[in-house]
């Protein structure tokens, strides 16, 4: 059984910084693409930021420039530096990864959420 396993995220005011980790465990054989999404109240999941396993990045037009995503492959983990935070980067954010658990076995896997509150 694979478990993503979200943290850091918390409270922090307009401007500041938060950084997201993300470790994946269980059987894994590989994984290819992470990322990281979120949601607001009363709006769709939204893309925030994706890494391919060989550091390729994309990101949101709304966090270019002020978030960056990478990642340890060695340790299945993925972090999501946030700097610049607004108010309007207030969400749930998910943890995604397209994991590989066999020789031809590969699904998607979701973390539990961590929530970020921008606010003064």
């Known amino acids: 059984q694979v478990q993503l396993v979200e943290s850091g995220g918390g409270l922090e005011q307009p401007g500041g910084s938060l950084r997201l980790s993300c470790a994946a465990s269980?059987?894994?054989?590989?994984?290819?693409?992470m990322g990281w999404y979120r949601q607001a109240p009363g709006k769709q999941r939204e893309l925030v930021a994706t890494?391919?396993?060989?550091?390729?990045?994309n990101y949101a037009d709304s966090v270019k420039g002020r978030f960056t995503i990478s990642r340890d492959n060695a340790k299945n983990t993925v972090y999501l530096q946030m700097s610049s935070l607004k108010p309007e980067d207030t969400a749930v954010y998910y943890c995604n990864a397209d994991i590989r658990t066999g020789l031809i076995r590969r699904r998607e896997y979701w973390g539990q959420g961590t929530q970020v509150t921008v606010s003064s």
């Open positions: 269980g059987t894994i054989f590989g994984i290819n693409a």
């Open positions: 890494i391919t396993s060989s550091g390729s990045t």
